[in-house]
């Protein structure tokens, strides 16, 4: 079992930023990817980021890509996410993710572990 809690999230204004945490503690050593997911309300949960155990490869949606940054710290067991130019359209609930599979998958079917999730909101 891996347990993974999220922290960081809050209210913040158009352009500013936030760094979101993710602690995992348990059978860390078989997250070999670490994945950040966001739902906003009435909507599917969708990818927003994925790193490898080795942080030498990441994955990040479209829409999010040139403004948020994934990264690990595997000694400490937490995963960051830096999102920079925070617009109206990232306000939702983030959560991270862990998946034992060697490949970053953007379903979030495939992940094993989720968090409790953080809330970001961002006004207009």
């Known amino acids: 079992q891996v347990q993974l809690v999220e922290s960081g999230g809050g209210l913040v204004q158009t352009g500013e930023s936030l760094r979101l945490s993710c602690a995992a503690s348990?059978?860390?050593?078989?997250?070999?990817?670490m994945g950040w997911f966001r739902q906003a309300p009435g909507k599917e949960r969708e990818f927003v980021a994925a790193?490898?155990?080795?942080?030498?490869?990441?994955r990040y949606a479209d829409s999010v890509k040139g403004r948020f940054t994934i990264s690990r710290d595997n000694f400490k067991n937490t995963v960051y996410l830096q999102m920079n130019s925070l617009k109206p359209e990232d306000t939702a609930v983030y959560y991270c993710?862990?998946?034992?599979?060697?490949?970053?998958?953007?379903?979030?079917?495939?992940?094993?572990?989720w968090g409790q999730g953080t809330q970001v909101t961002v006004s207009s």
């Open positions: 348990g059978r860390t050593f078989s997250s070999n990817v």
């Open positions: 993710a862990a998946d034992s599979r060697w490949a970053i998958s953007m379903s979030p079917s495939v992940y094993d572990y």
């Open positions: 790193i490898h155990r080795s942080s030498s490869s990441t």
